[in-house]
């Protein structure tokens, strides 16, 4: 099954942007690249998602490597409110039964400063 | 309200004694999980369904058995709980397309004495 890498913590200022990386070298041709969030105390919730080109939708941008094997979500101006965790998964689009085991990993959590 | 509900949110046992926990979810979702949480290991998947009567292991899958007789509906069941199984555990649903994002429930805090 193929993994993810994320840094265990980064900080950000109040409205600055921030750029959350996520290794993920042995992805294949397949795999969607997702991205959650989880605030304390809550179910994690959809951030965004893309297969090859960038994304952008009103939470956030995606964008992902030439290659694949990375990429990197991007919040335009962090509030307080997007301090959470934020977890990079990589999700098999072939329908047939084993393809469906959603590696999380520990994620990335971000402190945002007033 | 398009909703994965899960019951109940807190949950304390003891060592032995069998325990439910239920997932519901009302968007018609044929793709159904459960991940327990815990403490510096992120999500990890114990059991997933393609659709009705179709259910298959995760990662940590041990310990724990699951049905899904209704479309809507995907409980967790502990036949014999343990101490090492107390965690956070999360419901999540999405259509079959899974070019769609998963719904997560607001989590059951066990607790096995």
């Known amino acids: 099954d193929a993994k993810t890498t994320q840094p265990n913590s980064m900080e950000s200022n109040e409205e600055e942007p921030v750029h959350l990386p996520c290794n993920h070298s042995?992805?294949?041709?397949?795999?969607?690249i997702h991205w959650y969030r989880q605030l304390p105390s809550q179910g994690p919730e959809y951030v965004i998602h893309?297969?090859?080109s960038n994304v952008n939708n009103r939470m956030a941008s995606l964008a992902i490597a030439e290659d694949r094997k990375s990429s990197t979500l991007i919040l335009h101006r962090a509030t307080l409110r997007d301090a959470a965790v934020y977890y990079c998964i990589l999700r098999d689009v072939r329908v047939s039964g084993g393809y469906n085991k959603l590696i999380f990993g520990a994620g990335t959590r971000l402190a945002v400063h007033p | 309200e398009a909703q994965v509900t899960q019951n109940p949110r807190y949950l304390i046992t003891v060592t032995g004694k069998k325990l439910t926990v239920t997932c519901s979810q009302n968007?018609?979702?044929?793709?159904m999980s459960w991940y327990r949480q815990d403490p510096g290991l992120g999500l990890r998947q114990i059991y997933y369904s393609m659709n009705v009567e179709v259910t298959d292991k995760g990662d940590v899958p041990e310990g724990y058995k699951v049905s899904r007789k209704e479309k809507r509906n995907f409980p967790l069941i502990l036949e014999s709980p343990s101490p090492n199984q107390t965690s956070l555990y999360f419901c999540?649903?999405?259509?079959?397309?899974?070019?769609?994002?998963?719904?997560f429930g607001n989590g059951t805090r066990l607790t096995v004495t």
């Open positions: 999540a649903s999405s259509p079959r397309d899974y070019n769609s994002p998963l719904h």
């Open positions: 042995t992805i294949s041709g397949t795999d969607y």
């Open positions: 893309g297969l090859t």
């Open positions: 968007m018609n979702h044929e793709y």
